[in-house]
């Protein structure tokens, strides 16, 4: 069973696929927060003004989340330069 280091994470392949995961995690949230189970100051909207407040926190949510990612990626990458120690992963092939 081989042994491999992760010693960088590649900030594009973070760029590829999470915003993607957190905009399906916030339309799902923003379907309880606007729709589902809405607040006292939710319920006062019409329909067009909870859509478009769904939208504005999806894509808010997206963004804050990636660039929390990057962040957290950058900060990986940096310490684990510093230090030279990484995360050890254990690969086994499919059968």
Known sequence: MPLY??????ISS?????PLIFL???GV??????F????????SL??????LSWVVFMVLYTAV???GSIITACAYNFITSKM??????SLEPRE
């Open 84 to 89: 030279n120690n990484s995360i050890v992963v």
């Open 36 to 43: 589902l189970f809405p607040t006292d100051l939710v319920i």
């Open 46 to 51: 019409n329909f067009v003004a909870r859509m």
């Open 5 to 10: 280091d992760i010693k960088k994470v590649q």
């Open 14 to 18: 973070i760029l590829k696929i999470l």
């Open 29 to 34: 949230v923003g379907l309880f927060v606007f």
């Open 24 to 26: 399906i995690i916030g």
């Open 65 to 67: 989340m990636v660039i």
